[in-house]
């Protein structure tokens, strides 16, 4: 069975950082890619950044690029977003989510087959 759990949201002011992370647990072959998406209020859910298998391909969502960072920690199993110079247009719920197989074009939301309950993420000016 897998499970997706994050953690680290908080309500914070406009420019400081935050890291969340996402633990994961189960058959590693479900973790194949893996990503976090985010949803704000009255929002569809969007693409904020995913990593390949081995982390060598990274890919942003535009409004992050630069500022945002996903790492993964395979023999940790954590996968992780830093996040700099936050905004409030970031406030969000914050999904964690996985893919058994390559993921293309990105944040192709089909692909993934587990996610995490979200954790909320609040910026204010």
């Known amino acids: 069975q897998v499970q997706l759990v994050e953690s680290g949201g908080a309500s914070v002011q406009t420019g400081t950082s935050l890291r969340l992370s996402c633990a994961r647990s189960?058959?590693?072959?479900?973790?194949?890619?893996m990503a976090w998406f985010r949803q704000a209020p009255g929002e569809e859910r969007e693409g904020v950044a995913q990593?390949?298998?081995?982390?060598?391909?990274?890919y942003y969502g535009p409004s992050v690029k630069d500022r945002f960072t996903i790492a993964l920690d395979n023999k940790q199993n954590i996968l992780t977003l830093q996040m700099w110079n936050l905004r409030p247009d970031d406030t969000a719920i914050y999904f964690c989510?996985?893919?058994?197989?390559?993921?293309?074009?990105?944040?192709?939301?089909?692909?993934?087959?587990?996610w995490g309950q979200g954790t909320q993420v609040t910026v204010s000016s």
């Open positions: 989510a996985s893919a058994p197989t390559s993921v293309w074009p990105p944040f192709d939301q089909k692909r993934f087959l587990y």
């Open positions: 189960g058959d590693p072959s479900n973790f194949y890619t």
């Open positions: 990593i390949s298998p081995a982390g060598g391909s990274k």
